[in-house]
Structures are given as structure tokens and as C-alpha cells.
């Protein structure tokens, strides 16, 4: 007798360990089958807006002057817009990057100095300005300027 309650404990304790590893198993799955409550925003992203546009004609110049250009922007997205990086198209023009990032809505400049020593004649210069945007696409902004002697 003893040895068949002790035999029936036997068999209801490896049942129950079989169906806790067998629930335990049916929850992780449960789990990863549970959709995150973490909601994400697929439309929270930065969108540039250039106020004045990407091209400016700086007009004449005298050979060695050098000249700022500005370009104005506006952040027309829902999330914050950080400006990467800027740089130029040559080492006569020098950019200057912003170093904060821009809330939705907020204003800003790109500034970049060209050095017109020795660079006689008509020019076209370009400055590239990687942000945050959707689809890493690099933003080209634009002048002209005709050095004079």
C-alpha cells in the first residue's frame, strides 16, 4: 500500500512538472505572440522647410572679399530636426553648422563664408546639409557669385 501512494505521488508529481514546463512554454509563446503597447508615431518625423529656397545669386564681388550667405529654415515636422552635418563643395566656402536641435516649428539659418581670393570670374558653389530627415536625403543649397578684379 505504501508503495502505491508513494508510486501515485510519484506520477502526480512528474505530471505537474510536465504541465508547468508545458505552461510555462504556452506563456513565453503567449508573450511573444502579445502585441507591444508601446505605440510609435510613424508620421513623428522632422521635415525641413527652406524659407527663401536652396539657391541664392550673391552677385559681383571684388577678387579677395569674402562673403557670408544665409539660408533660412523652418522644421515643418512633428519631431525634432537636427542638423548632422553641413559641409562644402570646395575649401573655399566654409559652412558653419547648427548645433542644437529644432523643435516642430522652430526656426533656424545655415550660414557658410566664401573666400573669393584669386577665384575670378563667375562661380557656382554648393553647400550639402545632412539632417534628420525621412529617407537620409541630403540637402543641396546653392550660389552664385561673379568675382571682379
Request: with cysteine; aromatic share 6%; hydrophobic share 35%.
Amino acid at each position: 500500500m505504501k508503495r502505491n501512494l508513494l508510486l501515485a505521488c510519484m506520477a502526480a508529481v512528474l505530471v505537474s512538472c510536465g504541465n508547468s514546463d508545458k505552461t510555462a512554454e504556452t506563456k513565453n509563446a503567449d508573450l511573444s505572440l502579445t502585441p507591444s503597447t508601446e505605440v510609435t508615431d510613424s508620421t513623428a518625423v522632422p521635415a525641413i522647410e527652406w524659407l527663401g529656397g536652396t539657391f541664392q545669386d550673391l552677385g559681383k564681388v571684388r577678387n579677395g572679399q569674402v562673403v557670408e550667405v544665409t539660408y533660412r529654415f523652418r522644421n515643418t515636422g512633428k519631431a525634432a530636426l537636427v542638423i548632422e552635418d553641413v559641409s562644402a563643395g570646395c575649401g573655399c566656402t566654409v559652412p558653419e553648422k547648427p548645433a542644437k536641435p529644432f523643435a516642430p516649428g522652430e526656426e533656424g539659418e545655415i550660414k557658410a563664408k566664401f573666400d573669393s581670393r584669386g577665384r575670378i570670374g563667375p562661380n557656382d558653389k554648393y553647400v550639402t546639409v545632412k539632417a534628420n530627415t525621412p529617407n537620409a536625403t541630403d540637402h543641396v543649397l546653392t550660389f552664385k557669385v561673379i568675382v571682379t578684379e
